[in-house]
């Protein structure tokens, strides 16, 4: 499969006082993590859907603007989707570092041509740490148009276009999800770090 990955990095970070994507954990910041991830599960090219206020020259990675402004997340992957020269779309946020590669290979193994794949936890919906097809691309622009940013309301909507599948994720992965909002939030230790 050809991938490309998006790593979310754009938020305001006001809960945590300073910005997120630089917070440091096991040695690295949170965006050089989430970049390593996105290379080790095969992305040939690499955005960063960052603050238009920061510089991330040494990343080695694209900077997008978002096109619609305001509109969180869904801005990003949109932003993303369009610049991607690949079938699919990788998409982490930045403040997940549970995350680690043996979580993504089932997602990976979930999608196929012009489908992708969202993890689910019970009833909830995991959209910033999944794959969409690049065709999703005109559905989240549309989104926007019409000013629904949720992105659990796009993920959602995206299964029931048959453009994607929920993968099943169990109680143990919970905690993977667990992101850094904040100060509280960085001494919370991430199990599973194999």
């Known amino acids: 499969m050809n991938l490309s990955a998006v790593i979310l990095a754009g938020g305001k970070s006001s809960r945590m006082g300073r910005d997120k994507a630089f917070l440091e954990f096991e040695g690295k910041t949170l965006l050089e993590r989430q970049i390593a991830l996105a290379r080790a599960a095969g992305a040939g090219e690499i955005f960063i859907a960052g603050r238009s206020d920061t510089e991330y020259a040494g990343f080695d990675c694209l900077m997008l603007n ?42 990976l193994s979930a999608c196929r041509e012009n489908f992708g794949a969202i993890p689910r936890i019970g009833s909830q919906i995991e959209p910033l740490a999944a794959i969409y097809p690049k065709i999703v691309k005109p559905l989240a622009e549309k989104f926007l148009r019409d000013r629904i940013y949720r992105v659990t309301t796009f993920a959602e909507h995206c299964v029931e276009s048959n453009l994607a599948q929920f993968v099943a994720c169990s109680e143990n992965e919970r905690e993977l999800f667990a992101n850094w909002n904040s100060p509280g939030d960085v001494q919370v230790p991430v199990k599973n770090a194999k």
Request: proline share 7%; charged share 20%.
């Open 66 to 107: 978002d096109r619609f402004q305001n509109a969180g997340p869904l801005a990003g992957i949109e932003r993303a989707l369009d610049s991607a020269s690949t079938s699919h779309l990788l998409v982490l946020a930045v403040d997940l570092p549970g995350l680690r590669l043996n979580f993504l290979r089932p997602l």
